[in-house]
């Protein structure tokens, strides 16, 4: 798990970078700032987890369910009101990408925690 927060803290500073470099898109800036905060928070996250793993795991679990959220409201936001100002399709795209990102980190993190659950240690 610890690798993944790690792949998981780059992924997201990578589609935050992407959406800094495109800046012009309308909505591009808010996403990589979200993208950014999330990435640089789940990075610290990992980095923690190495003395603490289980806090810094469970705190990184967290903030990928905050970033899924996130996501979901923009997506959803997106889908009811199709008046909103003339966006790329560039930026819904990205949203989606890390809303499915940190969906996925989610699942692996839970079934990580299940399977912990299920280690007992025989006594001695």
Not at 82 to 100: R, Y
Request: with cysteine; net charge positive.
């Amino acid at each position: 798990m610890l690798i993944l927060a790690f792949l998981y803290a780059a992924s997201l500073l990578v589609l935050g970078g992407a959406a800094l470099l495109l800046r012009d898109h309308p909505g591009a800036g808010e996403f990589a700032y979200s993208a950014v905060f999330f990435g640089g928070s789940m990075l610290i996250c990992a980095f923690f987890s190495i003395n603490m793993r289980r806090h810094g795991l469970s705190a990184a679990a967290f903030l990928a369910f905050l970033a899924f959220l996130t996501g979901c409201n923009k997506i959803f936001t997106r889908l009811t009101s199709p008046t909103l100002p003339d966006q790329s399709t560039l930026v819904p795209i990205l949203t989606a990408l890390l809303t499915v990102l940190s969906l996925a980190y989610l699942a692996a993190s839970l079934r990580a925690w299940q399977l912990s659950r299920r280690i007992v240690v025989a006594p001695d």
